[in-house]
């Protein structure tokens, strides 16, 4: 990789909210009822990090890393999501919530299999599936404006109190 390219990460190409804000409008309009849906934020929250890790979204992986730490998830849970599979500190509920986020981000590979949707079934109400699914859609959809786009990483800075770094003396 060239300087060039390395310096071509580090500035935005293009400031799609600006460009666009009648359609971001409907994006942003989706993410919020996708965020209040009622499916858990925790379980929310790992599904974006998993999907951005896929996805190789640098932005995002720090945006949602930062909210999940916000929110009291543990760095463990975060750290072991690329092996989520592997790990015994995840619900019944996440687990299929990360293995259909695996199937529908790299849908081209593999598709659905049977045997996942129906283990997702079985802790996910019909409803659920559904807002699920707008989820990890929505999450996909902010991974590729993000890379297309380069929104500059480690910039975002979460609501939440909690996140905040000390004022300096």
């Known amino acids: 990789m060239g300087i060039q390219s390395i310096i071509g990460f580090m ?17 942003n309009a989706l993410d919020k009822y996708c965020s209040t849906s009622g499916l858990e ?12 890790q896929l996805n190789g979204c640098a932005y995002c992986l720090d945006m949602h890393s930062k909210d999940a730490r ?12 690329s092996a989520w599979d592997e790990a015994p500190y995840y619900t019944d509920r996440e687990r299929a919530a990360l293995g ?13 299999e049977d045997e ?31 890379i297309t786009f380069q929104d500059p990483v480690g910039t975002y800075q979460p609501a939440h109190s909690a996140a905040q770094k000390p004022p300096t003396p």
Not at 19 to 24: F, V, Y
Not at 70 to 81: D, V
């Open 11 to 27: 500035k935005r190409r293009l400031n799609y909210d600006k460009i666009l804000p009648e359609g971001m409008i409907h994006v």
């Open 41 to 52: 934020r925790s379980l929310l929250e790992l599904v974006k990090i998993r999907a951005s």
């Open 70 to 81: 916000s929110n009291g998830e543990t760095e463990q849970r975060i750290y072991g999501l």
């Open 100 to 112: 259909l986020t695996e199937a529908v981000t790299l849908i081209s590979e593999n598709r659905v």
């Open 116 to 146: 996942l949707y129906d283990e997702a079934r079985e802790v996910f109400s019909d409803e659920e599936l559904v807002k699920l699914m707008l989820a990890i859609g929505m999450i996909n959809v902010w991974n590729r404006l993000a």
